[in-house]
């Protein structure tokens, strides 16, 4: 072999490399990014949910029993319940996210 054909095949073998380093490279994540408004309303509309279907079957309930707003009530309350834990729980998982993030960055830094 001679000296040019090994500079030929080393400079093939190094585009082919820098080919499959580019393939594996993360994508950027703009479809995933969600803003701070975003996670706010989705907060609010899991809340005003609960509340919603809370209504819905206590009224359906007081009206199937023509009874007082006894079950109304009390649905509300539980979805006012649910609402909450469902918010506190979306609350959790972008608070994971967002130690992952940093973590990550803190990981990056140090290597």
Request: charged share 25%.
């Amino acid at each position: 072999m001679t000296d040019d054909d090994q500079k030929q095949r080393m400079a093939q073998l190094e585009a082919k490399l820098a080919e499959a380093r580019k393939a594996q490279e993360p994508k950027p994540r703009v479809d995933e990014h969600y803003s701070l408004a975003n996670q706010a309303w989705r907060m609010v509309i899991e809340l005003v949910a609960g509340l919603g279907i809370g209504f819905g079957i206590g009224y359906g309930l007081d009206h199937l029993f023509g009874t007082l707003p006894i079950f109304m009530v009390l649905f509300i309350m539980l979805g006012l319940a649910a609402g909450v834990k469902t918010m506190l729980r979306t609350a959790q998982e972008i608070q994971n996210e967002k130690l992952a993030e940093e973590a990550d960055k803190n990981a990056q830094d140090r290597g």
